[in-house]
């Protein structure tokens, strides 16, 4: 496992739902907001068909709240959603150019998604609208810096941005990367809890969210050499990587 690299100014988090970042990343955000990094996250749905006991109409305000809520925990403060809908999202050119949008706006050095690989590792399968972001993801970003691809959305003095170096992975079963998370471990956890609507909703009996993330970090940390860490899959966005 190396260690990722932290000689970046801003990152834009583009991930499919509310929580994703939570479940894994918030604590390694925390940490780079912590480094006067700048870093912002897109939500491509709301979640909003993420509650079992409420309608999407009702859930997707309270889903909104619970993220806005859980990205400020970790010094997050601009969130956006795209308003695709949940659980279905699809990849492909309508999904690349939304995400492509955002990214010449935000015109971020890194851009950060969640594992989109089948499967979290073993046999616990990935969920469709994380696999279809992150694709969508790396893609987009290509598409960012060509300013005949979505020629429509230059208008208003925005511009190509090719400037994203590296595209990562949270959480892959092939991760590469790592960055040591000790210090902001708790802050990760209080991102988590902020959800508590999204959890409560799940029905899992006894989720601890410290418990749930110690496990994960702590494989991580006996990789990298530390107590807590988070790890990323990178994919250069150049050649000769
Ligand atoms: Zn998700």
Redesign the pocket.
């Known amino acids: 496992m190396q260690l990722i690299n932290e000689d970046w100014q801003s990152a834009l988090c583009v991930?499919?739902?509310p929580?994703?970042l939570e479940f894994g990343a918030a604590a390694a955000v925390a940490r780079w907001t912590g480094q006067g990094k700048t870093v912002r996250y897109c939500m491509v749905t709301s979640g909003e068909a993420g509650i079992d006991a409420l309608t999407p109409d009702e859930c997707r305000a309270v889903r909104e709240a619970e993220q806005i809520e859980s990205a400020r925990i970790v010094g997050v403060d601009t969130v956006e959603f795209l308003g695709l809908p949940d659980g279905v999202l699809e990849y492909g050119v309508p999904l690349r150019r939304a995400i492509a949008a955002v990214v010449r706006r935000h015109r971020p050095d890194i851009v950060i998604t969640?594992n989109f690989r089948a499967t979290w590792g073993g046999r616990n399968l990935n969920?469709a609208?994380?696999i279809a972001t992150g694709m969508a993801c790396l893609d987009a970003v290509r598409d960012a810096g060509n300013r005949w691809i979505f020629a429509e959305q230059l208008v208003d003095g925005l511009e190509p941005w090719g400037g994203v170096r590296e595209v990562w992975a949270a959480g892959s079963p092939d991760s590469t990367h790592a960055v040591d998370t000790t210090a902001t471990f708790d802050r990760g956890v209080a991102s988590l809890a902020a959800h508590r609507a999204y959890i409560d909703g799940l029905g899992w009996d006894h989720f601890d969210p410290e418990e749930f993330l110690a496990s994960a970090a702590r494989g991580a940390g006996a990789a990298l050499g530390t107590t807590y860490a988070t790890t990323f899959e990178v994919f250069p966005m150049g050649w000769g990587a």
């Open positions: 991930v499919a739902h929580d994703d969640n969920q609208d994380h």
